[in-house]
């Protein structure tokens, strides 16, 4: 009886201490895709679909290019959609969340807002030569 006690407890704190583990990947992993998406949303045209493409590099559970949202900001850091104005390009993931498998919980894990901003580069335009492939 008390084996089954105490195994019980133990066998929950280990799949606590694997699901803290894969929290700890996945977040980083988020971090790693916004970080990724703002850098090809530095050097590719505006709107280009490679950039939601580039953050969801990952098997990631249902983690989709709808929870990228991706910014042209303007030297105040205010969006904008003139193209002459963009000076910076930011890359937010939102909206995520994930189920945890800790026995006896089915919780749902929410992921924070994550976000990276990058001066703009070429943004899919070149003086010489062709464009990049995004």
Do not use: H, W
């Amino acid at each position: 009886m008390e084996f089954a006690i105490v195994g019980l407890l133990v066998i929950t704190l280990l799949f606590a201490v694997i699901e803290f583990g894969r929290i700890v990947f996945t977040l980083n992993m988020l971090q790693e895709g916004a970080r990724r998406a703002a850098r090809v949303a530095a050097v590719c045209e505006v709107g280009n679909a490679a950039v939601a493409k580039a953050a969801v590099f990952t098997d990631l559970p249902e983690f989709s290019p709808s929870n990228v949202v991706v910014e042209y900001l303007d030297q105040n850091g205010t969006p904008t959609e003139t193209f002459d104005d963009i000076r910076y390009v930011r890359v937010r993931i939102v909206n995520y969340s994930f189920p945890i498998a800790i026995p006896l919980i089915n919780p749902t894990f929410a992921a924070p807002e994550f976000s990276s901003t990058l001066p703009r580069e070429s943004l899919g335009i070149t003086k010489f030569g062709a464009a990049p492939a995004c």
